[in-house]
């Protein structure tokens, strides 16, 4: 039986729903480019990089652009939606989410942030949560995107804890293959039929115990 002794999270979707931010400003960027952008079309964007996420956009709309122009609409989607997530505040952190992380505290387990989102710092700042992590790995201190599992790798290396140690929590199938990838337990946050490969799947954090984060 495995006692974890560190837990590492996911940021969008698991501590805050960031993602209908992601939606609002990719659909604008659509709409501006001249087509439309669907809910639907929005779940082939989770977990994916800016640069694959504007990719896939201008695939949807049968759109060809250079390189430049690019990095362009990629700078312009990230400072449309910094101005949603400016706006931030603590009532958007996730039901029982906080609670856990103190748990965890109490416990003694180390707590990182891993994800992919170059703003996961002025997020936890906007809903107050900062401290409550001992690393942040974000998507200014990786070059590779999930599953590839640099992110994860780097969590339990900045909280000198092995990997076999450490529990993911993650809300997108990347995001598990990561975990997995780097030789971690894994929790998926949603519903199992969209999470495969999790040692278990929960709803969300209210019924999480510490009592659960035990493993064969």
Request: aromatic letters at 6%; proline letters at 3%; one cysteine or more.
């Amino acid at each position: 039986m495995t006692q974890i002794k560190a837990c590492l999270f996911d940021l969008d979707g698991v501590v805050v729903d960031t993602a209908k931010y992601h939606f609002i400003a990719w659909r604008e960027l659509a709409q501006e480019l001249g087509f439309d952008f669907t809910e639907a079309d929005n779940e082939r964007l989770k977990g994916v990089s800016r640069v694959r996420s504007l990719e896939i956009l201008l695939e949807i709309g049968g759109i060809e652009l250079d390189d430049k122009r690019k990095e362009q609409l990629a700078a312009q989607k990230n400072e449309n939606y910094v101005g949603y997530i400016q706006r931030m505040n603590p009532d958007e952190i996730l039901p029982g989410v906080e609670d856990f992380l103190k748990k965890l505290k109490e416990n003694g387990i180390r707590i990182a942030l891993g994800s992919a989102s170059k703003n996961a710092p002025l997020i936890l700042k906007q809903i107050g949560l900062t401290h409550m992590f001992d690393a942040i790995i974000d998507g200014n201190s990786v070059s590779k995107a999930k599953p590839d599992p640099e992110v994860f790798l780097k969590g339990a290396e900045a909280l000198s804890v092995e990997s076999g140690d450490c529990v993911v929590f993650e809300d997108a199938q990347a995001g598990i293959e990561a975990a997995r990838n780097a030789g971690m337990h894994v929790i998926g946050i949603g519903h199992p039929d969209n999470l495969k490969n999790a040692d278990f799947v929960i709803p969300g954090f209210e019924e999480m115990t510490i009592e659960k984060l035990k493993f064969d």
